[in-house]
C-alpha cells in the first residue's frame, strides 16, 4: 500500500496530520500537506486509512 497526496486538492486543513502525523505533515511554507512516509507497515495500516478517509477534499488516496 502506498499513500498517494495530490497536492492540487490540498487545501492544508491537517486532518491526516492530526490524526496520523507519523505520516502526513502540512508544510508550513506551502500550506500543503507532505507525506513522510508513503509506505506504512502492516500494523499502521488501518491508523492510516482512517486518516485519508478523513481528508474532507479528498486529496489523498491509497494505492494498492
Do not use: W
Request: aromatic share 4%; charged share 30%.
Amino acid at each position: 500500500m502506498r499513500i498517494h497526496a495530490d497536492k492540487a486538492k490540498c487545501e492544508g486543513l491537517g486532518m491526516c496530520e492530526s490524526m496520523a502525523n507519523d505520516y502526513f505533515e502540512v508544510d508550513e511554507d506551502e500550506d500543503l500537506v507532505q507525506v513522510l512516509d508513503d509506505s506504512p507497515p502492516e500494523a499502521d495500516r488501518a491508523h492510516v486509512f482512517a486518516a485519508v478517509q478523513a481528508c474532507p477534499v479528498l486529496a489523498l488516496t491509497l494505492e494498492g
